[in-house]
């Protein structure tokens, strides 16, 4: 049996992975961040903490692009899936 789904379902269902994957990014962004200190105050004996927030600050600079990407797909597919269902309910 085949399923059959309208073109506004399937967008729909991929708008929702595709939001899914971003809110996960962001979460995961956001549990990186909080060992993220703004000023860091470290004795010369202390260095290891320099390095560690030096990775830290990789890895949430890693991250960026794929937040970035993620935001405008959502964004595109949401508006898309939006105009294609005005569209359709127009007709």
Not at 5 to 21: D, E, K, Q, R
Not at 22 to 28: A, D, G
């Amino acid at each position: 049996m085949l399923l059959s789904i309208s073109l506004v379902f399937g967008l729909l269902i991929a708008w929702l992975v595709v939001t899914a994957v971003f809110i996960v990014l962001w979460i995961y962004r956001a549990v990186i961040g909080l060992r993220e200190d703004e000023v860091l105050y470290i004795d010369p004996g202390e260095t290891r903490l320099l390095e560690e927030q030096k990775r830290i600050g990789a890895k949430i600079e890693r991250l960026r692009p794929f937040l970035i990407g993620t935001f405008v797909i959502v964004v595109v597919l949401g508006l898309g899936t939006f105009g294609l269902w005005v569209y359709q309910q127009l007709r």
